[in-house]
Structure formats: structure tokens, C-alpha cells
């Protein structure tokens, strides 16, 4: 059974920078997609952003554009996402999440079958 831990979640303010971490377990998620969404109170799951496993392409929302880096590191089954620039409207539950797909990037929640815990990312203005 595949597992993902999310941490690195965290108060901040407005401007400062924060680095999510997944790990992954019972599952090698280096040849699959997997994405970050995040969820803020009252409102859906939404997509953050998602990289290939073919070949390691980056995507992301447009809100996220410029400020938020996706990453893997195959050899420790982890995910990262460097955020930057942070703003209030970035706050959120952040999960990481696996699909079944080396290569078709779906922005929806229900293309992925592997979820975290979420880990709180507050930012204060």
C-alpha cells in the first residue's frame, strides 16, 4: 500500500519562502505524474502544480506561475515544492498526490489515486 508524508507546512508572512516535502513509501513514484493540490477552508481542492514522470516536465497553475518550483529526487522517492513569495491567498492544506500516469498531467483530483495527510501552510499579511 503506497503511502505519501507531506511536512515543511508552517506560519509565515506575507513574502517569506517555505518548502513542502512528500515522501513516499510502498510505491516508486518516479515514473508517474504527481502533483501538489491544496484546499483552503470553504473552498474545493485545487490543482498547484505536477510533474512528469517521462521526462520531468513542470506545470502549474497560473496563480502559483513564477513563485512555486516543483521537484523530485528519484533515487529518495521524494517531492518538493519551494515556495516563494508567499501571499495570504495562498493559504491552504497542501497535499501531494500520485496518478497512474507516466505522462498525462490531469489538474483535477480525481485523476490521482495516492494522496497525503495534507500539511497546513498559513501565511499572515
Known amino acids: 500500500q503506497a503511502q505519501l508524508v507531506e511536512s515543511g507546512g508552517g506560519l509565515v508572512q506575507a513574502g517569506d519562502s517555505l518548502r513542502l516535502s512528500c515522501a513516499a513509501s510502498?510505491?516508486?513514484?518516479?515514473?508517474?505524474?504527481v502533483a501538489w493540490f491544496r484546499q483552503a477552508p470553504g473552498k474545493e481542492r485545487e490543482f498547484v502544480a505536477a510533474?512528469?514522470?517521462?521526462?520531468?516536465?513542470?506545470y502549474y497553475a497560473d496563480s502559483v506561475k513564477g513563485r512555486f518550483t516543483i521537484s523530485r529526487d528519484n533515487a529518495k522517492n521524494t517531492l518538493s515544492l519551494q515556495m516563494n513569495s508567499l501571499k495570504p491567498e495562498d493559504t491552504a492544506v497542501y497535499y501531494c498526490?500520485?496518478?497512474?500516469?507516466?505522462?498525462?498531467?490531469?489538474?483535477?483530483?480525481?485523476?490521482?489515486?495516492?494522496w497525503g495527510q495534507g500539511t497546513q501552510v498559513t501565511v499572515s499579511s
Open positions: 510533474i512528469r514522470g517521462i521526462d520531468s516536465k513542470e
Open positions: 510502498g510505491r516508486t513514484f518516479s515514473s508517474y505524474v
Open positions: 498526490a500520485s496518478s497512474g500516469s507516466f505522462a498525462f498531467v490531469i489538474r483535477d483530483p480525481s485523476g490521482y489515486y495516492y
